[in-house]
């Protein structure tokens, strides 16, 4: 279930299955109508997370503007 704009993310990350940029990550948002956002807003919430929650958020920076899934990089 898709809760927040985070949800959203994680479900797009999944089904994709390698980094998006969060200029991308916005349009599938809006286009499969997950969630009213934009590309500032999807940055933010991820970075937000990932500084917050550290090695303990669902999601990696892996670019200067890509995100991916941190279950991707565990090994």
């Known amino acids: 279930m898709i809760h ?4 959203a993310c994680e479900f ?7 980094a998006q940029s969060s200029f991308w990550l916005a349009s599938q ?4 109508k997950l969630w009213r956002t ?4 999807v940055r933010d919430a991820l970075n ?6 550290g090695e303990a958020s669902l999601f990696i ?3 200067d503007d890509e995100f991916a ?3 991707w ?3």
Do not use: C, P
């Open 48 to 53: 937000k997370d990932i500084h917050k929650y």
């Open 4 to 7: 927040t704009l985070l949800d």
């Open 69 to 71: 899934l941190r279950s």
């Open 12 to 18: 797009i990350l999944n089904d994709q299955g390698e």
């Open 38 to 41: 934009d590309e500032a807003k």
């Open 73 to 75: 990089t565990v090994a």
């Open 29 to 32: 948002i809006m286009e499969m």
């Open 61 to 63: 920076k892996v670019a």
